[in-house]
T-cell receptor
Framework: EAGVVQSPRYKIIEKKQPVAFWCNPISGHNTLYWYLQNLGQGPELLIRYENEEAVDDSQLPKDRFSAERLKGVDSTLKIQPAELGDSAVYLC????????????FGPGTRLLVL | GENVEQHPSTLSVQEGDSAVIKCTYSDSASNYFPWYKQELGKRPQLIID?????GEKKDQRIAVTLNKTAKHFSLHITETQPEDSAVYFCAASMGGGSYIPTFGRGTSLIVHP
């Protein structure tokens, strides 16, 4: 069974440019998470989806970040415009949902904003 | 919201020694506590978890203990091996349908051969 897939793995952009990250969760996993991980820190939740519904997005900076999970499967996280402080690893994770909390993480997208 | 403190930030041991990483949490409603291992440049992977109705759980060389009264839990690794070298993260959350974990800042474990 394939794990959580993310692309791209690395992205270098100039500030003020837009950027998008893509995540394909494990098949059958209803819950999808986007995390931001700064160097030397633990993952911080940006948004959580139950199927196609965003059920927790309180930590998502909505002035520049947006996310979608059309059809309740793949998800895209977008930043527009990117700022220097957005440089980090963006992790996607999925779980079956309900009482099955075990999260499976993707390899992450490492973003560098110049 | 939940706040998770993790100590130490760095832990250096000799191969074969034991390693202990400690976490405290603030929300007494938290009842699910997973531990993740993240090797350099790789994804976090769940290594063990514990629920609030259990005080201790073991899986080969890894064990986790939970003290709900004091609101702290610990990861114990015995007979450490060089391949145990990684960053370890604890997390705390309410379980079930409201699972939104709060992670600690991580502990970098270095096992010297």
């Amino acid at each position: 069974e394939a794990g959580v897939v993310q692309s791209p793995r690395y992205k270098i952009i100039e500030k003020k440019q837009p950027v998008a990250f893509w995540c394909n969760p494990i098949s059958g996993h209803n819950t999808l998470y986007w995390y931001l991980q700064n160097l030397g820190q633990g993952p911080e939740l940006l948004i959580r989806y139950e199927n196609e519904e965003a059920v927790d997005d309180s930590q998502l900076p909505k002035d520049r970040f947006s996310a979608e999970r059309l059809k309740g499967v793949d998800s895209t996280l977008k930043i527009q415009p990117a700022e220097l402080g957005d440089s980090a690893v963006y992790l996607c994770a999925s779980s079956l949902g309900g009482t099955q909390e075990t999260q499976y993480f993707g390899p992450g997208t490492r973003l560098l904003v110049l | 919201g939940e706040n998770v403190e993790q100590h130490p930030s760095t832990l250096s041991v000799q191969e074969g020694d034991s390693a202990v990483i400690k976490c405290t949490y603030s929300d007494s409603a938290s009842n699910y506590f997973p531990w993740y291992k993240q090797e350099l440049g790789k994804r976090p992977q769940l290594i063990i978890d514990i629920r609030s109705n259990v005080g201790e759980k073991k899986d080969q060389r890894i064990a986790v203990t939970l003290n709900k009264t004091a609101k702290h839990f610990s990861l114990h690794i015995t007979e450490t091996q060089p391949e145990d070298s990684a960053v370890y993260f604890c997390a705390a959350s309410m379980g079930g349908g409201s699972y939104i974990p709060t992670f600690g800042r991580g502990t970098s474990l270095i096992v010297h051969p």
